[in-house]
């Protein structure tokens, strides 16, 4: 028992602040923030998988994430089938995609990773804005109400309980996709990559391996954000969007899953707090992203917790 | 049929000279530092902006230009002094993160600035077309051509030629090694952010009065750069110019010949397929990793 305590002490944290929360939640408005912080979350946790563990960056995050809301929405509406249907479509088409493309892309390195995970990001918003017959082009289109086993989800607390349960499963995936022996391969690959296959581990399977599954994370909030929000429209799924999906992981911690989730929370509240001084907003981000990289190199959670461990054992 | 190609491949060149005179900046800085500066198409709005802004406070075009680059190149330095350097040691996702920050700041401060406007500047020697063989050629276009060709060639005589451009050559090659030799490198980078600056505003200004600038132009003109850069190899001069031309005539025929909605989605198809024909770009070296 208290090996668990001690393996899932953050997922025990985050049950707890998601309990907690709507004590402090005054309206919808509330709710409708923490349920896209909460999307986020699990997108962020499953790209902190490839950024923080195997060292591969992804600039093209957000179009998995629109394709599964896409997905959704187009399943759902046009095609009549079950929301629980759509999004396992949505998923497994996600993760084909990410396979065929990932098998040629992760050879590349760095910066030219970047520029290709970026291209493709890129190609997929512009086939679904062009694409309009189908995706209802700039102006987007919505999904049907998303349903389990006849319930449907229709209020923002549903909603807000649905999402919290969907972000502690996401983490406790996570968690123990870490500390399996793929955890200890990708470990490894990050560390030297050479190293690594000379020790006799297939890091090309163990690199698209992980850009599948973190692609499917972000197909999965895609979809559940489609029932959500009242328009899918294609921004969700910009470069502008990726960038964002980056900057939480970074902004968190690298190699942090309860990193991933703080990061994701942070950046998402902050343009909500920003709001009240608009013409400001985006001058207060960027000035908080540099500080904190400059400061912070690490990220917000594991410099804190440095910090913390520092005092606990002086 | 030869001269609506004429004119797509015109049309390509033009911007495209604007993709090699931002992708050389992009080349520059990360010779200088291992840092690609996604800030880069800010200073792009920053020239055209403060010069439109300029010439509205009643100064004559060529002062404003004048001007106008000079606040760029300082933006830049500010830049290099106060967000790249404190930051040196950190992690290469760090610093990208660092220079994204940095260009929604600029982004903010132009907004705030300059308001959400489209602007424009008056064509430098009027608006009648010129005949190229059947195709039409506003004589803008040719001053976009004409200062980007002069500033490259400038760029290539002063790293080939000055000992200056030469101390920024070697400490891209050795950082180390061009420390011991002498080689003040924070200089070298305050420097490289300096002329990355001068490229992006001169280019930003000439272009202006063809394509307008707004506070968000920079953030499509950036990523072209970027893909220029890293077509032709990262960290190579020559490759981010024959780059920036590629991706500019790639476009304007895919723009003509097949679909303007997806001009942007066939050049990255074709960067996709050169990265994976190879890795690191067209004149790239092959790189070894270091165990």
Redesign the interface.
Known sequence: MSAFLQRHRGLLILAACIALLPLGVRNDYHYDVLINAGLNAIVVVGLNLLIGYAGQISLGHAAFFGLGAYASAILTTTYGWHSLTAMGAGMAGVGVLAYVVARPILRLKGHYLAMATLGIGVIISIVLNTEAQITGGPDGMSAEPFSVFGFAFQTEKSWYWLVGGCLLASVWLATNLINSPIGRALRALHGAEVGARVVGIDTTHYKVLIFVISAMFASFAGSLFAHHTPTVTPSILGFIKSVEFVVMAVFGGMASVMGSVVGAFIMTLLPNVLASIEDFEPIILGAIMMGTMIFMPKGLVPTIAKKLRRKEAP | MLESSIQFILAGLTSGAIYALVGLGFTIIYNASHV?NFAQGEFIVIGGMSTVALMAAGLPLPVAIMLATLVTMAVGMALAKF?IQ??R??????????T??????????V??VFGKDIHSLPHFSGETPLNLMGATLMPQSLWVMGVAAALILVMAWFFNATLAGKAMLATAYNALAARLMGVDTKWVLLSAFALSALLGAVGGIVVTPITFVSYESG?MLG?KG??AA?LGG?GNGVGAVAGGLILGIVESMSAGYISS??K??IA??I??VV??AR???LFGKK?I?R?
């Open positions: 690609i967000a404190p930051a040691d950190a992690d290469v996702v760090a610093l990208i993160i660092i994204i920050g940095a260009s929604i700041f600029l982004r903010g401060i907004q705030l953030i990523l970027f893909s890293v990262l909605a997806y942007d989605a990255f198809v960067i996709l990265l994976v890795p690191n770009g790189g990793d165990v």
